[in-house]
């Protein structure tokens, strides 16, 4: 099975612009997670989508966002980019029919806010 | 509120030796616990996962406990190889959600 896949891999915006990422899981799997991570912070959870619906979301101000699609790809918004929203930005797929708890990381997104 | 703590931050020893990860957790009501590793710039790679009701688990020279009752989970990399350079991160999954709080991992480095 192919991995989880992250597009773009890198992107440079500037202070006041948006962005999208987005975030192919493995096939079959439902559950989609999104994480920040930056030096200072550490890894953060941003939010987990299966079936379409946001599951749970971690404490990030609202210029955050996210969906999912029917086929379970799922895409990030950041709008009105801070400095502060550089990071790289890690998706993680799991597969939520069986006992399997392990999710699978793609290889991030980095943003860098200028 | 689950605060997720690694020791040492970074740690170098030589080719061969057997070594010793920790991590520790202030809230027991997990769900489980994972170790990952991470390779500079890349995404991450589940290594174990131990389930709150199990002891440990083992996956060829990698062997992880958990003790709930204390907080801490080790993770022991026996003959560890100069590949083994990475960035190793646990993180605890709370009971009430899927949410995996983390730890600022331990930067290894192996010395060839």
């Known amino acids: 099975k192919a991995g989880v896949t992250q597009t773009p891999r890198y992107l440079i915006k500037t202070r006041g612009q948006q962005v999208t990422l987005s975030c192919s899981p493995i096939s079959g799997h439902r559950s989609v997670s999104w994480y920040q991570q930056t030096p200072g912070q550490g890894l953060q959870f941003l939010f987990e989508y299966f079936s379409e619906t946001q599951r749970n979301k971690g404490n990030f101000p609202g210029r955050f966002s996210g969906r999912q699609f029917s086929n379970s790809r799922s895409e990030m918004n950041v709008s009105t980019l801070e400095l502060g929203d550089s990071a790289l930005y890690l998706c993680?797929?799991?597969?939520?029919?069986?006992?399997?708890?392990?999710?699978?990381f793609g290889p991030g997104t980095r943003l860098l806010v200028l | 509120k689950q605060e997720v703590t690694q020791i040492p931050a970074a740690l170098s020893v030589p080719e061969g030796e057997n070594l010793v990860l920790n991590c520790s957790f202030t809230?027991?009501?997990?769900?489980?616990l994972q170790w990952f590793r991470q390779d500079p710039g890349k995404g991450l790679t589940s290594l174990l996962l131990?389930?709150?009701s199990q002891r440990e688990q083992t996956s060829g020279r990698l062997n992880a406990s958990l003790d709930k009752s204390s907080g801490r989970s080790t993770l022991y990399i026996a003959a560890s190889q100069p590949g083994d350079s990475a960035t190793y991160l646990c993180a605890v999954t709370r009971y009430s959600n899927y949410q995996l709080i983390w730890g600022a991992g331990t930067k290894l480095i192996i010395k060839p």
């Open positions: 993680a797929s799991r597969d939520m029919a069986g006992t399997e708890e392990t999710q699978y």
């Open positions: 809230d027991s009501a997990i769900y489980n």
């Open positions: 131990i389930q709150s």
